[in-house]
């Protein structure tokens, strides 16, 4: 049986780096179109969270989108901040988690923690 594939994202700043698998419908969202700001001159800052993010976040454990609404902004690596998924802040602990649950890593992202 072939192996799971996830994506990773890495983010680092503050002295910190962590890094977070995150499933395929999450990687698409943090990838997907930016909404416009109500006079359609610029990225909106907040933006309704799709259900199956919602979801995921649930699935997780996380409560970053309490209302349904990301306020963290729309950037790809603001998404990223806030996407749901599972953190390590240890390359060997990923590593072990990777091995352990059958888990192939398709692509990364490298991003900012500010």
Known sequence: MGKEKVYLLILSGCGE??????????????????PLNEQGTGYAKQELVPQDILDEMIRCGEETFKDGYNY????DNDRALASPGTTF??????MEYLKKNNLGIITEYHGCRY
């Open 72 to 75: 963290h902004g729309t950037d």
């Open 17 to 34: 780096t962590s890094f977070k698998l995150v499933q395929p419908f999450v990687w698409s969202w943090i990838f997907s179109p930016r």
């Open 89 to 94: 802040y240890s390359i060997m602990e990923l």
